[in-house]
């Protein structure tokens, strides 16, 4: 990023704030548009339940809602129809450019980047002060983590300005709000999405001191707000993100601030909850909380994989969720070095290390060679094996015996024909199988590499390089994710299979070019 742009983004950073405390977050469309939010969600107005929260109002909220009270349209078609007038409708999605895999790669950042954002009234948009990369179909938005894996590709490709207004708009919402929200719309404020934030800042080039002393306080806030339950979570219990173990040690989980259906899906989840025979509050927050794992929906959450009124989120350790915690306490910890401050070096180094034996303890399995998800009601691991068991060996904290064990776990069940399986286990949810998935490939490969298992990681990052121009010559698109059984578009979950796509750009590209580098990207494509 040039001096004169990153002057520009930290101004608009500042702009954003107000002084002296976190900014009060903005209604969400269920709060702000109540009973035409319920009648549209209700009636499926639209088949996608986020066409309507992504839209863009017209008129002032209030005006509308007037309108609205007038009117009383009756009908799906009326509510369509007064919609269509009072709201501009989110567009379309990027198109095929190109004949070659790494030059459509190239040329979808442009179609994918947005510029600034001041959202009108009435929006669900959240201001941010630099560009962005969006994930592209339904997907209009910055989204928390699969940011870091679009970064990884437009760092390949030198696009280093996208890595730094991106870091730039994460750093201010952490500033406004505490922490980064699962998406930048007001109906993701109340989750975050898996912490790479620390991961993100190491893409960076950027050594200003100022901006290091900026992302540092971001960084610190970030672990403060995973953290925030610590207090509250009293003997073997859990408290919002944070989970007492037997030992009184602290681990974390997902969670949601609230309690409701989700606004993109509420009338998914009124379902749900219906289905359930439970409360459905309780049954919202494993939902919601699913949402802010990234993993939703995943049997890793079900009590019965054939039932997603069986989720139970907020009961499970995940091992993914405490090693990407791991990352960003060590990388605190290493950045208070750096800037000579020593007891915030030491309090980071030992929370770190607490949390390692935590994970030795609780997450890890020898009899079954792998890592998996704690259980705190049956003080088990549960018994689904994912493609989380490599998370370890990506942060690093994993033992050569115990790296060589899921390596050989990873060769026998989860290495599939296009790619590294998810789950094992077929229910028609999108985080199972027989779907693969960008990031998962990614941090199977680094995993893998960091521990000397140089062959297996090319072999998955060949197969999924391969399933991905084979589906990309059918189709002209790049998708979110892939059957990687058949090598061919992926399914199920609650919305149609999305193209674009961010995450699938970014890892697919980052790995051509390191397959590149070790000769085999000739094979791989």
Known sequence: MSRSILLRAMIAVAALMLPGAASAAPPSPAELYGPLFEAVQRERVFDDGKTFVDATARARPEAILTAYEQERPATREALRAFVERHFILPGDGAQDTADNLVAHIGGLWPQLTRPPLDPPAGSSALALPAPYVVPGGRFREIYYWDSYFTMLGLKVDGRDDLVEAMLADFVSLIERYGHIPNGTRSYYLSRSQPPFFALMVGLSDNDSPALARARLAALRAEHAYWMRGAACAGTHGACERVVRMPDGSLLNRYWDDKATPRDESWAEDVATARESNRDPAIVYRHLRAGAESGWDFSSRWLSDPARLATIRTTDI???????????????????????????CAGTFAALAERRHAAINRYLWNGSQARFGDWDRESRRLTPVLSAATLYPLFAGIASRDQARAVASTVRKDLLAPGGLRTTLARTGQQWDAPNGWAPLQWVAAEALKNYGEHALA??????????????????????????????????????????GFGWTNGVTRALIAELDETGAGREAR
């Open 317 to 343: 350790v995940p091992v993914d969720l405490n090693s990407l915690l791991w990352t960003l306490e060590t990388t605190i910890a290493r950045r208070c070095r750096a800037s000579a401050e020593a007891a």
């Open 458 to 499: 090319r072999t998955i990052a060949a197969r999924w390089v391969a399933t991905v121009e084979r589906t990309w010559r059918g189709t002209g698109k790049m998708l979110e994710k892939y059957d990687i059984e058949e090598q061919r578009p992926g399914g199920g979950g609650e919305y149609p299979l999305q193209d």
